[in-house]
């Protein structure tokens, strides 16, 4: 077995570095997605140009046909450097390869080719404020009138519902069998008379949104794969949301950071990488980070040999989200009273990305389904034990 990326794809990543070197916004802030500035369709619209939004895609969806793998280093970079990737993500990332392996073929023509060239965004909408970890209690109804469909309901949390112009929505469209018999999944114009967006904002700044639908009108072209059999749509869906090395490299930039303030740092006249307790606890989370990116690096794997992830994915997203809340707590000890402050000032460390790294990663082992939900996930789909 061999641990190293090919020469084409050093080179491929030197290409990545470069073009961000170039493009990225110059006035680009420490922490884009608080600051709103993680959606920016310019910059898109120039990854778009180049032909990686939907690099790993096949050529006939008007990708690239570039590996996984390539994806896994582009993504590297682009947290690496901070990039406002947000407009496309979760398009390029889960809907775009959702409807190739669902979709029909007018939303294959109609959809992927505005994804890969940034003309369009879809945001996702699943969670409800009765339905979040347990999915098939989707309430909000989608039901049939002529050859629309009526959709009826309520979506929270939805992140980018204010910038996209689609919604993946799932929906109840049967009441009258098992839950999860009766979800299907509609592609929803954002646009259309009858939604009403809400912000929400969490406690690190970012906005995510309350959704509402009263009487939308859905044509039935918009249904994906089969009536009342969104439920697997779904599950494989998230599996593709779980996917990446984001959270990793999100993490270790502030790791880096750390580290680096260690070997730097004086307090009561020794440096803080003197203190054994600080070099044990800097150790260990450097081969977290070792382990969280071979398992980002497995599931890419995966992608590039055309398996669909499951459990693997479910294993990297819950130890990957962890570890960006070990990275931000190991940060803040380290830190002591300095840690939690933001803003510029006289006494404001690190740029204050402590406090907001600290703040944000709560939520990361929230959205896209809980550490609790993964575990379940792994023990159920990866060790086989009884539900
Ligand atoms: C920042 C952020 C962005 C988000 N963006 C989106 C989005 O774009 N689209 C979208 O649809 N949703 C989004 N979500 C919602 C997210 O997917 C849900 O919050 C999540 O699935 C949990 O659902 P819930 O909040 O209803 O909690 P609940 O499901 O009510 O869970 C509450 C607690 O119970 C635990 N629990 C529940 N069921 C089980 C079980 N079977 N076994 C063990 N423990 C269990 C959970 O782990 C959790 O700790 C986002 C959330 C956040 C925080």
Same mark, same amino acid.
């Given at each position: ?57 096949p050529k006939?969806h008007g990708g ?8 896994f280093i ?10 406002p ?44 404020p009765n ?6 209690? !989707? ?8 050859d ?9 949390y ?6 996209a ?7 109840r469209?049967n009441?009258? !069998? ?9 592609i929803?114009?954002l646009?259309?008379?009858g ?6 904002y ?24 089969e009536l ?6 779904v599950a ?6 779980r ?11 502030l ?8 070997r ?12 054994? !307790? ?46 960006t ?11 002591g009273m300095?840690g ?7 006494w ?5 990305? !402590? ?22 996930i ?10």
């Open positions: 077995m061999r641990f190293a990326f090919t020469p084409e794809q050093e080179v491929f990543r030197q290409e990545v570095r470069a073009f961000l070197a170039r493009e990225l916004p110059k006035d680009q802030p420490e922490n884009p997605e608080a600051e709103g500035q993680w959606v920016n369709r310019a910059f898109s619209k120039k990854l778009a140009a180049r032909g990686w939004i939907g690099l790993a895609w006939e690239q046909g570039l590996g996984y793998i390539e994806r582009y993504n590297d970079e682009m947290i690496h450097y901070r990039a990737i947000g407009y496309h993500q979760s398009a390029e990332r889960q809907m775009g390869p959702s409807i190739m392996l669902n979709g029909s073929d007018y939303q294959k023509k109609h959809y992927l080719p505005g994804i890969v060239k940034a003309d369009l965004a879809i945001c996702i909408g699943y969670s409800e339905a979040g970890s347990d999915l098939a209690g !989707v309430q909000t109804t989608a039901v049939r009138d002529g629309d469909f009526l959709i009826n309901g309520e979506k929270t939805t992140t980018n519902a204010h910038v112009e689609y919604v993946w929505l799932a929906t469209t009441p009258n !069998v098992a839950k999860h018999k009766g979800i299907s999944v509609f929803v114009d646009r259309s008379p939604v009403d967006i809400q912000p929400l969490t406690m690190a700044g970012t906005r995510f949104n309350i959704v509402r639908f009263n009487n939308v009108r859905v044509p039935r072209r918009e249904l994906v794969g009342d059999g969104g439920w697997y749509i494989q869906n998230l599996d593709f949301e996917s990446g090395i984001e959270r990793v490299t999100g993490a270790l930039l790791f880096e950071d750390v580290v680096r303030y260690a730097e740092t004086r307090r009561n006249g020794r440096f803080l990488y003197d203190n054994p !307790v600080v070099r044990n606890r800097i150790a260990d989370m450097s081969v977290a980070f070792a382990v969280g990116r071979q398992l980002a690096f497995r599931v890419a794997w995966m992608q590039s040999q055309g398996k669909v992830p499951n459990h693997e994915a479910s294993i990297s997203k819950g130890y990957g989200t962890e570890l809340q070990r990275a931000a707590r190991l940060a803040m000890d380290i830190m300095y939690p402050i933001q803003g510029e000032g006289r404001t460390q690190l740029r204050g990305r !402590v406090a907001y790294t600290f703040l944000v990663t709560v939520s990361e082992t929230i959205r896209g389904g809980t550490s609790e939900i993964q575990r379940n792994i023990a159920t789909r990866g060790l086989r034990l009884p539900r």
